[in-house]
């Protein structure tokens, strides 16, 4: 008998409309470009003395579903993993456009993923949450999503669940598509984007190996990227409190950030952060004489009117 293939696999999701009832249709379905997501299994030992120099007996704590499923990003699911994350959808736009602008929710949604492995691996996951999602990509690279994934529940099936589409497969976002602003103003200068969106979920249990629920906890969006430097204004607004500061400052430098990848009309991405502060910017020597880049590092503020995030996505799905 032949062996199972791995790269024989694919996930999908769909929100659920309440706790407890899992989806048993999927809206969403794509590849693995690296992760998994897969039930796990908390086992321990015992710890107690007897006449022998044996460990204790193994005993199982927890029984849940955890993963970080790797995908490419495109546009036929990138939106509703935003959904995922954020919590909140608002879409307009008739056949075939559609707009989905995606923003932080006071609660994030329930979620049903589902997995097949080499045809013979076929599982449900329900009541899950998305912790974290992590979009990045380099220069010429493209657009890669992974979604920490937290579950109460695993179902083995007797076969693949059905999706009501087919598999992903259309063009891939690359960082070649990108157009960057700071503070308002157009750069070309980024070399590459890396977005956080954490929900920081964790597991309740209570009475049983089997969790009582996932709860998430505190929201925060942080965005790092590589930034070719041709003078000192960011240096010095970052260490000395302005483009024309000469005394080191404790100043906190605030700025808006857009990153937006477009593949042509209605089928594009745009990620806009309006309150970045700036939390690393350092200049290094290099013996060599390359151009220096510089690592930046934000994180979104706390704004009593303006989102964390706004995520706008253009493609041509209804839901």
């Known amino acids: 008998m032949a062996g199972v293939a791995g790269n024989r696999a694919a996930f999908a999701w769909a929100k659920q409309t309440v706790k407890g009832t899992p989806n048993t249709t999927y809206t969403s379905k794509s590849g693995f470009s690296g992760g998994n997501i897969a039930p796990s299994r908390n086992i321990e030992q015992l710890s107690e003395t007897d006449s022998s120099r044996q460990e204790g007996v193994s005993y199982v704590s927890m029984t ?89 529940r695993s179902t083995f099936l007797g076969a ?42 964790s597991m309740q249990q209570t009475d049983d190996s089997v969790p009582y629920d996932v709860t998430p906890g505190t929201f925060s969006v942080t965005l790092s990227y590589n930034k070719i430097i041709e003078d000192d204004d960011a240096y010095r607004e970052f260490h000395y409190g302005s483009t024309s500061g000469t005394a080191q400052s404790s100043t906190i430098v605030e700025k808006s950030i857009e990153f937006s990848f477009s593949l042509g009309a209605n089928n594009d991405i745009t990620f806009t952060m309006d309150h970045m502060a700036f939390e690393e910017y350092d200049v290094e020597p290099d013996p060599g004489g390359d151009p220096i880049t510089v690592p930046t590092r934000t994180r979104a503020q706390r704004d009593l009117t303006d989102p964390a995030i706004v995520a706008v996505v253009n493609n041509q799905k209804a839901t």
Do not use: W
Request: proline letters at 5%; a negative charge.
């Open 64 to 152: 849940a579903v955890e993963g970080s499923p790797e995908l490419y990003v495109r546009d036929e699911n990138i939106h509703s993993l935003l959904e995922a994350v954020l919590g909140a959808k608002a879409t307009t736009g008739a056949g075939p456009n559609y707009e989905h602008e995606l923003t932080p929710a006071t609660t994030i949604p329930y979620y049903t993923f589902a997995r097949t492995i080499g045809g013979v691996i076929h599982e449900q996951f329900q009541d899950c949450m998305v912790s974290e999602l992590v979009i990045s990509a380099e220069a010429g690279q493209p657009l890669t999503a992974v979604a920490t994934i937290m579950g109460v």
């Open 160 to 201: 693949e669940p059905a999706a009501a589409v087919d598999l992903a497969s259309s063009e891939v976002y690359n960082f070649n598509n990108a157009t960057v602003s700071e503070g308002g103003s157009p750069t070309r200068l980024v070399s590459s984007f890396e977005l956080t969106i954490s929900n920081n979920v």
